[in-house]
């Protein structure tokens, strides 16, 4: 064995014990944390890069996760997790500019999803995504 052969066996063995090096398998199942359809939606107020994120964990196989998750998790099955598809409600926001972004990412129906948009206020926020990210309760 070569010096750069230990060298590099070394160094796998090290990430190895790590938790830094891990096989194909068993990094996909790791991310699969969740059984059924679930959701971890975040809202950040001004935008991506400000402060102020609420977030919450939407489990649908029994609705749990935030106040209205029986709500949410019906609107989403209705559109098969498909956030985009969500139908907008008929209401009046005001128009004033206080930005809001909303991301979810899991797994709905096998699938995985991951939805962001920003929106130019949270009452528009609500009427295109129901109850999905009404997360304050």
Same mark, same amino acid.
Request: overall charge neutral; proline content about 5%.
């Given at each position: 064995?070569?010096?750069?052969? *230990?060298?590099?066996?070394?160094?796998?063995?090290?990430?190895?014990?790590? #938790? !830094? !090096?891990?096989?194909?398998?068993?990094?996909?199942?790791? *991310?699969?944390?969740?059984? #059924?359809?679930?959701?971890?939606?975040?809202?950040?107020?001004?935008?991506?890069?400000?402060?102020?994120?609420?977030?919450?964990?939407?489990?649908?196989?029994?609705?749990?996760?935030?106040?209205?998750?029986?709500?949410?998790?019906?609107?989403?099955?209705?559109?098969?997790?498909?956030?985009?598809?969500?139908?907008?409600?008929?209401?009046?926001?005001?128009?004033?500019?206080?930005?809001?972004?909303?991301?979810?990412?899991?797994?709905?129906?096998? *699938?995985?999803?991951?939805?962001?948009?920003?929106?130019?206020?949270?009452?528009?926020?609500?009427?295109?995504? #129901?109850?999905?990210? *009404?997360?304050?309760?």
């Amino acid at each position: 064995m070569t010096h750069l052969t *230990r060298a590099a066996a070394a160094a796998g063995a090290l990430l190895a014990a790590a #938790g !830094l !090096l891990t096989a194909g398998p068993a990094q996909a199942a790791s *991310r699969d944390t969740h059984p #059924g359809n679930w959701l971890h939606l975040t809202v950040t107020k001004g935008g991506a890069r400000s402060g102020g994120t609420l977030g919450a964990l939407l489990l649908c196989d029994p609705p749990l996760g935030h106040a209205h998750a029986a709500e949410a998790c019906a609107e989403l099955d209705a559109v098969d997790g498909d956030i985009d598809r969500i139908p907008a409600a008929h209401v009046f926001c005001p128009m004033v500019f206080a930005p809001v972004t909303a991301h979810a990412r899991g797994r709905w129906n096998g *699938r995985w999803v991951d939805f962001e948009e920003t929106y130019t206020s949270a009452c528009v926020m609500k009427a295109r995504t #129901g109850s999905v990210f *009404r997360l304050d309760g």
